[in-house]
C-alpha cells in the first residue's frame, strides 16, 4: 500500500484510541446499565455476571437474537404485563401475568410480546452476551474473568494495560497460557468483529454480516481468486493476525502491535478498494469513525481529508 513506518505507527496509536472510544468505553457503560435495570426488576439471575448462553456456535446466539426482534402479534399487545413473582417491570395491566423467565431463552420468548423501552433493553441484553462469549463458552468463571478484563482495559484510552499474549490477573491468581482464560490480542479481535456485526444495518435482522464474510478461521482454505478481504487467526498461543486481500496473504508485525496493524490495514483496503464499504455499512460514518484512524493511507488521489 506504500504505507511508512511512521504512518503505521500512527494507525496503531489512532486505532487504540478509536477501540477504546468505541467499543471498550461503551460496552462497561451499557453493561451497568442493564444490568442494574435487570436487578431492579427482580431479574439478577439474568444480569451478564449469572447468565451466560452456552452454545459455542455463535449462529444459535444470531437465532436467538432474531427471534426477540420479532414483532408481538396484535393480539398480544395492548398494555404491558408484569412478571409473576416480579416487582414493577411494567405497569400494571388487566392481562395474565407473565412467567418469570429462568435464561436467556426465556428472555428472548418475553422480548418478542413486549414494545418499546423494555424490549430494546432486553435485546441489549442479548446483543450484549455476543461480545461476552470468548473464551470457554459456557464458563461461569470465563465469564466473569472477560467482563473484568474489558472493565480493566476500557479504564485507559489506549488501552494501556493490554497484553498481546495473555491477560489480566483474576481472583488474585495471574493470567496463565494453559487456562480458560481469551489473551487480549484474542479479546480485541472478537470484540471489534462483534462490534461490526453489529453496526451493519443487516444486524437488525439478527444476521452478522461481518464476521460471515470477512471474518475467516485459521484452517479454512482461501480461494486463491477471491476479491474479498478477511481477517484471520492464523495462530491462537501466541496470538497472531493476517489480512487476506484477494487471495493474498498480508503479514503485518508480530507481537503487540499485530492486532492493531492488522485491523487498521483492513479498513484501509476496503477504503481503497471497496469504497469504505463493508455490506451497507459504510465506513466514513462520522458517528463510527473508523475511517479516520487510517487517514492518508491511502495515497493523494484517494485522499479523503
Not at 49 to 71: G, K, M, V, Y
Not at 174 to 184: C, Q, R
Request: proline fraction near 6%; include cysteine.
Amino acid at each position: 500500500m506504500g504505507v511508512d513506518d511512521v504512518m503505521v505507527d500512527s494507525w496503531v496509536e489512532e486505532m487504540r484510541k478509536w477501540l477504546h472510544s468505541k467499543i471498550f468505553q461503551p460496552l462497561t457503560i451499557l453493561l451497568d446499565n442493564t444490568d442494574a435495570y435487570l436487578r431492579s426488576q427482580g431479574l439478577l439471575h439474568l444480569t451478564s455476571s449469572n447468565a451466560i448462553w452456552s452454545d459455542a456456535n455463535p449462529a444459535s446466539l444470531s437465532a436467538l437474537i432474531r427471534e426477540a426482534q420479532t414483532p408481538p402479534q396484535a393480539s398480544l399487545v395492548g398494555g404491558p404485563r408484569p412478571f409473576a413473582g416480579a416487582g414493577s417491570i411494567f405497569t400494571p395491566a388487566p392481562a395474565p401475568q407473565m412467567t418469570m423467565p429462568q435464561d436467556l431463552k426465556g428472555l428472548s420468548d418475553v422480548a418478542k410480546v413486549m414494545v418499546g423501552e423494555t424490549k430494546a433493553i432486553i435485546l441489549t441484553r442479548l446483543r450484549l452476551e455476543a461480545y461476552l462469549n470468548v473464551g470457554k463458552v459456557g464458563s461461569p468463571k470465563n465469564r466473569a474473568y472477560v467482563r473484568e478484563r474489558i472493565f480493566e482495559l476500557s479504564r485507559n484510552t489506549y488501552l494501556s494495560g493490554y497484553r498481546w499474549d495473555s491477560g489480566g490477573s483474576f481472583e488474585g491468581q495471574e493470567w496463565d497460557v494453559k487456562g480458560e482464560f481469551p489473551t487480549d490480542a484474542k479479546l480485541v479481535f472478537h470484540l471489534f468483529q462483534t462490534f461490526m456485526d453489529q453496526w451493519s444495518d443487516v444486524a437488525q435482522s439478527g444476521f452478522p454480516y461481518f464476521s460471515t464474510n470477512h471474518v475467516i478461521p485459521s484452517n479454512a482454505k482461501l480461494d486463491p481468486n477471491s476479491r474479498s478481504v478477511y481477517l484471520r487467526e492464523q495462530n491462537a498461543s501466541p496470538p497472531h493476525y493476517q489480512l487476506l486481500v484477494q487471495g493474498c496473504t498480508w503479514d503485518m508485525a508480530q507481537g503487540s502491535r499485530n492486532i492493531f496493524e492488522t485491523i487498521s490495514a483492513f479498513v484501509c483496503v476496503i477504503g481503497r478498494d471497496a469504497g469504505w464499504r463493508v455490506g451497507d455499512l459504510d465506513l466514513k460514518r462520522k458517528d463510527l469513525g473508523i475511517a479516520k484512524v487510517v487517514k492518508g493511507g491511502l495515497g493523494a488521489e484517494n485522499a479523503m481529508w
